[in-house]
């Protein structure tokens, strides 16, 4: 006897990382931490809705040397300037944020599968 299984895989798609989320994409009182799915099973986490008064720049050095990843600043036509850090970092930025008292836990918004 031969069973014949349909298995229907859903792959993640390669779309915009900010359009998982309508109702608080965009929203200043959030930070959001996002997973896109890349190539070859690669992540990349992004942060967006940072406070301008903290200096990105700096904060990527600090997440690329306590989550040993590599990480930079980029522009976004609309969001502004988002951070993007290789791997899933999205466990690791939650907590560096609610140690350093950067953001309150109700302010922080983590999407991803």
Known sequence: MTFLV???MELPSLSDP????NQCTGSEDYIHIRIQQR???KTLTTVQGLSVNYDK???V???KKNFACNGTVIEHPEYGEVIQLQGDQRRNIYQF???FRMAKEDQL???GF
């Open 6 to 8: 349909s298995i229907q």
């Open 57 to 59: 720049k700096k904060l």
């Open 97 to 99: 944020m609610l140690e």
């Open 18 to 21: 900010f359009a998982d989320d």
């Open 39 to 41: 190539n070859a099973g």
């Open 61 to 63: 050095k600090a997440f």
């Open 109 to 111: 918004k983590v999407h």
